[in-house]
Nanobody
Framework: QKQLVESGGGLVQPGGSLRLSCAAS????????IAWFRQAPGKAREGISC????????NYADSVKGRFTISRDNGRNTVYLQMNSLKPEDTAIYYC?????????????????WGQGTQVNVSS
């Protein structure tokens, strides 16, 4: 059974850092682009970063550019999201999702596998 599992969320003060992990089980991530989405209460799900299957291409939403870094370790079958300089508006549930090979936007229906999400709270 194909499954993605996010971890690494928690409570952090503004200006702090967290690293989220997205681990795959039941399939290899080698052929999949992985995106991170987030959803804050009362808001639509927002795609914030994506990395291609090869790792050669990454992209970021303007809201996180320069603060977040996506990376992957195919040997560990895991994708990471390093989040620095966190702000209260980064508070959300963070999800990872997989689609074939390349990043082509953040339409949720284009992603076939999703994790259950991990909560990130940025507050003093």
């Amino acid at each position: 059974q194909k499954q993605l599992v996010e971890s690494g969320g928690g409570l952090v003060q503004p200006g702090g850092s967290l690293r989220l992990s997205c681990a795959a089980s039941g399939f290899t991530l080698d052929y999949y682009a992985i995106a991170w989405f987030r959803q804050a209460p009362g808001k639509a799900r927002e795609g914030i970063s994506c990395i291609s299957a090869s790792g050669s291409t990454t992209n970021y939403a303007d809201s996180v550019k320069g603060r977040f870094t996506i990376s992957r370790d195919n040997g560990r079958n895991t994708v990471y999201l390093q989040m620095n300089s966190l702000k209260p508006e980064d508070t959300a549930i963070y999800y990872c999702a997989a689609r074939d090979y390349i990043c082509l936007g953040y339409v949720p229906g284009d992603f076939g596998s999703w994790g259950q999400g991990t909560q990130v709270n940025v507050s003093s």
